[in-house]
């Protein structure tokens, strides 16, 4: 019942302070958020300790495997976002699953898994357009953040009832499908228009790297530390990936240092 209560709670509010995010600080914080383990990364430590660390270090495998998939669907998204969500939504989904299906029959190892999704992310970025979204913003219903919080609550519950029934490695697939963005982008992209889902996608890719970076170093460590110095690990080095991205993000451009410049030079 604790256990149960706390996948009711954790993962939900992960979701709430993203969404909070996303208003205060725009889309592109709110997607890099977004692209930390949020929904994933609980559901590894339910894994853990219902199942076994071995059973939650072969997980990691899928979440590898669904780090390209969602670089992918990111790609998708943006790419068909001008033709409205439900269109976006499908060809992305749809991307993902075909990715992360290839991947899983080509049995990688981690290592290899984890350069292939450090090269999707690179591949991804130079791909999504990085143009501002609108400022303009409506104001949420109400019902907008508790719906939201129902939602990831009911996937994370979803998810570790079905693990035993699919394997590690497809809990881990199930486990990293970006709920959490999907969520968000399709609020943002109803609300406030498809650049603004655009950018979520974009900020999400960026933080690919750090939630590559959490399960590779899961499946070093899970099977070898106790779960308290696994995890502890792992979370230290997807903050610190965050962290610097989350500076690289918000500095200037160097082409918009140099106007701020010339303005400030000018007579």
Not at 106 to 121: C, R, T
């Amino acid at each position: 019942m604790d256990l149960l209560l706390f996948k009711l709670v954790v993962t939900p509010l992960l979701l709430m302070a993203a969404s909070l995010a996303a208003r205060r600080w725009g889309e592109a914080v709110g997607g890099l958020l977004v692209g930390l383990p949020l929904t994933s990364g609980p559901v590894s430590v339910f894994l853990a300790l219902e199942h076994g660390p071995a059973f939650a270090a072969r997980a990691t495998a899928g979440s590898l495997v669904a780090t390209a998939a969602q670089a992918a669907f990111c790609v998708v998204y943006c790419r068909a976002a001008a033709r409205g969500w439900k269109v976006a939504l499908a060809a992305a989904g749809g991307t993902f699953a075909l990715v992360a299906l290839v991947l899983q029959w080509s049995a990688l190892p981690a290592n290899g898994l984890y350069l292939f999704a450090i090269l999707a992310i690179a591949l991804a970025l130079n791909l999504i357009p990085n143009k501002p979204a609108r400022t303009a913003r409506l104001t949420p219903p109400w019902w907008d953040l508790p719906s939201r919080m129902a939602l990831i609550a009911g996937l994370v519950v979803s998810v570790t009832l079905i693990a035993p029934y699919v394997g590690p490695e497809a809990s881990g697939v199930l486990a990293s499908f970006p709920f959490m963005a999907i969520i968000l982008a399709v609020f943002a992209h109803r609300l406030i228009g498809h650049e603004a889902a655009q950018q979520l996608m974009r900020g999400m890719t960026t933080g690919l790297l750090g939630f590559a970076s959490f399960f590779f170093v899961l499946s070093l460590t899970l099977t070898r530390w106790n779960l308290l110095a696994a995890y502890g690990t792992a979370i230290l080095c997807v903050l610190t990936i965050q962290a610097f991205s989350l500076y690289r993000m918000r500095l200037p451009t160097p082409c918009l240092r140099g106007k701020s410049r010339a303005e400030g030079s000018a007579p």
